[in-house]
């Protein structure tokens, strides 16, 4: 089993940065990547972000790129969140997955992941 512990998610405002932190830990070595979705109130819960664990491959949603980076070191998995919007107010979690295909063509369902964090509340006030 994986555990995945988030930190990093607050109130920030309009065109504000966040950093949100998670460390995994026990069977990492069973992953192949690694993610962040969001879930806003009344939303489903959808894809933000992933990074291969193997080859560093990045994946995003086209709502995010070139304002959100996800990176990796170690056993800690980061969300660089930039130019925030209101509508990027969600709570986000951190997820793991076992999948290798993953590692080079990217998951983007939240079922193709096994792993999931409690979840942390970003909030972008306009």
């Known amino acids: 089993q994986v555990q995945l512990v988030e930190s990093g998610g607050g109130l920030v405002q309009a065109g504000g940065s966040l950093r949100l932190s998670c460390v995994a830990s026990g069977r990492t070595f069973s992953m192949y990547a690694m993610g962040w979705f969001r879930q806003a109130p009344g939303e489903e819960r959808e894809f933000v972000a992933a990074i291969s664990w193997r080859n560093g491959n990045t994946f995003y949603a086209n709502s995010v790129k070139g304002r959100f980076t996800i990176s990796n070191a170690r056993n800690t998995v980061y969300l660089q969140m930039n130019s925030l919007k209101p509508e990027d107010t969600a709570v986000y979690y951190c997820?793991?997955?076992?999948?290798?295909?993953?590692?080079?063509?990217?998951?983007?369902?939240?079922?193709?992941?096994?792993?999931w964090g409690q979840g942390t509340q970003v909030t972008v006030s306009s």
């Open positions: 997820t793991g997955g076992d999948t290798e295909h993953c590692s080079g063509y990217g998951c983007y369902r939240a079922n193709e992941y096994h792993y």
